[in-house]
C-alpha cells in the first residue's frame, strides 16, 4: 500500500467515481487506516470483515482493535462476508459478536452483508449463511436492515448510476 506506483494507479480510480475494495488481514489494517487517510476522496471497501481469521483471545483483540481504527476512516465501507471460512464450526453464536462488531464501529450506513458464494460453499449453504444474518440483523429496524442487505451496496458501488449510464446493461 506504499509503492508510489501503486498508489498514482489508485488515484486514477476517483477520476471514474470507482470504488477500491481492500482485502487484508487484522494486522494490516492500521496501514489501511493510513491509506485512506491519504486519499479522503476515495471510497474503500473491507471486504470479508477484515479476516477475523486468528479466533483466539489474542487474534479477536488485534482484529477488533484494527477495524475499530479503520472505521474512524468516513470514507471506508466493510463488506461482511465469508466469515464461515474463518469459523469453520461456525454457529450463530459465533457469528454474531464478528458481525455486530462490524456494524457497531461503521453503523448500518457503512456495512453491508455479502454472501462470498460461491467460495464459501465450502464451508456452509447459502440459506445458512443468509438465514444467519437475518437472524442477526433481526434486532435491527427495517430501514437498516434493507440498507444491510441492499442499499448500502446499491449505493456504494453506484449501481442505479452505472446502469442509466449504459456502463451495464439493462
Given amino acids: 500500500m506504499n509503492d508510489p506506483a501503486w498508489r498514482a494507479g489508485l488515484s486514477l480510480l476517483g477520476r471514474h467515481r470507482l470504488t477500491f475494495d481492500l482485502m487484508l488481514f487484522p494486522r494490516q489494517l492500521a496501514g489501511a487506516a493510513r491509506l485512506a487517510a491519504d486519499y479522503p476522496d476515495q471510497l474503500f471497501v473491507l471486504n ?11 487474534g479477536m483483540r488485534a482484529w477488533r482493535e484494527g477495524l475499530t481504527l479503520l472505521s474512524q ?15 469453520h464450526d461456525w454457529t450463530l453464536d459465533s457469528l454474531k459478536p464478528v458481525v455486530m462488531h462490524c456494524i457497531d464501529c461503521f453503523g448500518t450506513q457503512r456495512a453491508m452483508f455479502g454472501s462470498d458464494f460461491p467460495v464459501a460453499g465450502l464451508h456452509a449453504s447459502f440459506d445458512a449463511v443468509y438465514d444467519s444474518f437475518k437472524a442477526i440483523a433481526g434486532e435491527l429496524s427495517g430501514d437498516e436492515q434493507t440498507a444491510l442487505f441492499f442499499g448500502n451496496a446499491r449505493r456504494i458501488y453506484r449501481l442505479d448510476d452505472m446502469s442509466s449510464a449504459g456502463l451495464l446493461p439493462a
Fill in 48 to 58: 470479508h470483515c477484515g479476516s477475523p481469521i486468528d479466533r483466539d483471545a489474542d
Fill in 73 to 87: 476512516c468516513d470514507n471506508v465501507a466493510i463488506k461482511i462476508s465469508d466469515l464461515v471460512a474463518y469459523d
